[in-house]
């Protein structure tokens, strides 16, 4: 029993989580990476402070909600974890909570393309250009190999 919940942590959990068992040595980035980098490249993009109003208007619609889905996932994450310490987890249980969590990255992916869409929209065509080669230099943590 105690084989199979490492198994099941190693093969299912820990990818669901973010995580990814050959990524040894390979660099991950945090949220403050990130931060800081679109931080960089809004100074770059050159706003103006129409612009730049619009784009702030675009972070805090979108803030709130991204932080409530994500506790939910982080709450689906806990009961996912909860379910597993058990004598004999529920298999079909796991698969409807991992089914869920899967779910809710789409949600979470959905929203971010929506809110870069948003973005595009208050740029002119040189400040898009730049935008999507910034695109291209974004430190993902999984994305990019």
Do not use: C
Not at 39 to 65: D, F, H, M
Not at 93 to 98: P, Q, T
């Amino acid at each position: 029993m105690k084989r199979l919940t490492i198994i099941l942590l190693l093969l299912v959990i820990i990818p669901l989580m973010g995580g990814d068992l050959f990524a040894f040595g390979k660099k991950t980035y945090r949220r403050d990476d990130i931060a800081s980098f679109w931080k960089k490249v809004k100074q770059e993009l050159n706003l103006t402070s129409e612009q730049r109003g619009k784009i702030e208007a675009i972070e805090k619609q979108y803030r709130e909600q991204m932080k409530q889905i994500m506790e939910k996932k982080r709450g689906k994450h806990r009961e996912l974890m909860e379910k597993l310490k058990g004598a004999s987890p529920d298999e079909a249980e796991l698969n409807r909570l991992a089914d869920e969590i899967a779910s809710i990255n789409a949600e979470l992916l959905k929203m971010r393309i929506r809110m870069t869409v948003e973005y595009k929209k208050v740029l002119d065509e040189k400040q898009r250009e730049k935008f999507d080669a910034a695109l291209e230099k974004m430190p993902y943590r999984r994305y990019r190999r």
